[in-house]
Every structure is written in C-alpha cells, then in structure tokens.
C-alpha cells in the first residue's frame, strides 16, 4: 500500500476506534482483550499513539529515549486520545518515511511506524467495536497487507514453529493476498505465492486477519485439508 492511503486508513480507523469506546456501555468489558474494559483500550491505544509518535519526532535511535506517558484522570481519556491521534498523523505526515529511526523489527525506518500504526489502529477498532457488539469489518486492502505485515514482522517472535507439522496456505478470497508459511530450521518462512500447503485458511481478508490476532476463532475461516495443522499454527503464533 502507498503511505498516503496508511496515513487515510490511520485517520479513519482511528476516529471509528474512538467513537466506538465512547458509545460502548459505561465499563464494558473488551471480548478480545478480557482483561482491560474500554477505558483501559482507549488508554492503550493513546499510549502507543504517543510512544511512537514520539520515535519518529525524536528520530529515537532507542525505545528507551521515549518518556513514558502518564494515564490521566478517566474524564480527560477521549480528549487526550484525540490531541494524540491529531499530532501522531500531524509528524507522520510531515516526515520523510524513508528517515531511519528505532523500531523493534528487522525494518528501521519511519515508513514501518506509518505501516504499524495504521495496522494497530485497524485491529484495535475492531476491540473497542467488539465491546459494544457490532464489529465491521477492517478494509479489504489494509487487511490483506495487516496479514503479510504479521507474516513478515511478527512471527520471529512467535514459539516453538516445529510444533505445527506442516505447512499452512493462507488466501484471502475477497481482495489480492496469498502466502505459504513453512518451518525451515526451527523458524518459520513465508513466501509470497500460490501454493499448496497441509492446511490452507480461505476467507475475507479482514476475518483473517482477525484470525491471526486470535479476535475472532477458526472457524470463521474455511479451513481446506489437515485442520489439526492450521490449528497448531495459530496456536504458535501466539505472540501475548
């Protein structure tokens, strides 16, 4: 995806993110992330927001050069949240993507934090719209390239890739996206391609995605061949 359609989906999806918190029932409760209710998401996502923003602005070279923020008072969480959004697409729109900055993964450079943040912001959305009920659906396009963006960037931290005995296609049916993910030397490694793997999972783009983040089960996929092995790999790459 080009930058500039990133920096639309992160403005979009994050006032949607927002809106959903403040129309979820006071205290409710987040299905995906049980242990926090909206107002703890809100606060996430304001937190991550700020953190990265922060990266890029600072052109940090270490996570440890970022001041941690500090959880205001549950009154001043919606506005907070809203001045963070505005001044996080504010630098990231001002800055030059191809500007080296720290980031955890293998990329280092402020168009990963464009792609992350827009990615966060999409699954989180669907959190706080899960809170209240009614989830839509994230776009086809952002979900696809969410998908190849867990496929490429988080995986290395995921465990114990030789538990999963075999090898998973994943296709999204609504929108460009296919990849084979393999166990090769104790990791996994992901093609882009079409190819036939032990298990394939079929579906949405957005549904898959959703999968992959453990929001929503496998059965909302259709799973083709050895169930047992797509199973084992969304077990594997749980990364919380």
Avoid: N
Avoid at 6 to 32: I, M, Q
Avoid at 98 to 113: F, K, N, P
Avoid at 169 to 191: I, K, N, P, Q
Wanted: glycine residues 6%.
């Amino acid at each position: 995806m080009e930058i500039s359609r990133y920096l639309e989906a992160l403005e979009r999806d994050g006032a949607a993110f927002v809106d959903a918190c403040l129309a979820a029932p006071e205290g409710a409760r987040v299905p995906s992330c049980p242990e926090w209710d909206v107002r703890d998401l809100l606060w996430h996502l304001t937190e991550v927001h700020d953190f990265w923003c922060s990266v890029v602005d600072q052109r940090a070279a270490g996570h440890e050069q970022v001041v941690e923020a500090a959880r205001p008072a549950d009154a001043e969480l919606e506005a907070t949240y809203r001045r963070g959004l505005d001044r996080l697409l504010a630098v990231l729109r001002s800055t030059d993507p191809g500007i080296a900055v720290w980031t955890w993964s293998h990329q280092q450079d402020v168009a990963w934090v464009i792609r992350r943040m827009a990615q966060e912001t999409a699954v989180h959305r669907a959190d706080a719209e899960s809170a209240r009920g009614a989830v839509a659906a994230i776009e086809a396009e952002l979900a696809s390239d969410g998908i190849d963006e867990f496929l490429h960037h988080f995986l290395v931290a995921a465990a114990a890739p030789e538990t999963v005995g075999g090898s998973v296609h994943l296709h999204c049916t609504d929108v460009a996206g296919e990849w084979t993910v393999r166990v090769a030397d104790g990791a996994f490694v992901t093609a882009r391609e079409h190819a036939k793997g032990d298990a394939a999972m079929r579906g949405a783009a957005s549904d898959l995605l959703l999968a992959l983040w453990r929001r929503v089960p496998l059965e909302s996929l259709d799973v083709v061949g050895d169930a047992a092995v797509a199973q084992r790999f969304v077990d594997a790459t749980r990364l919380g």
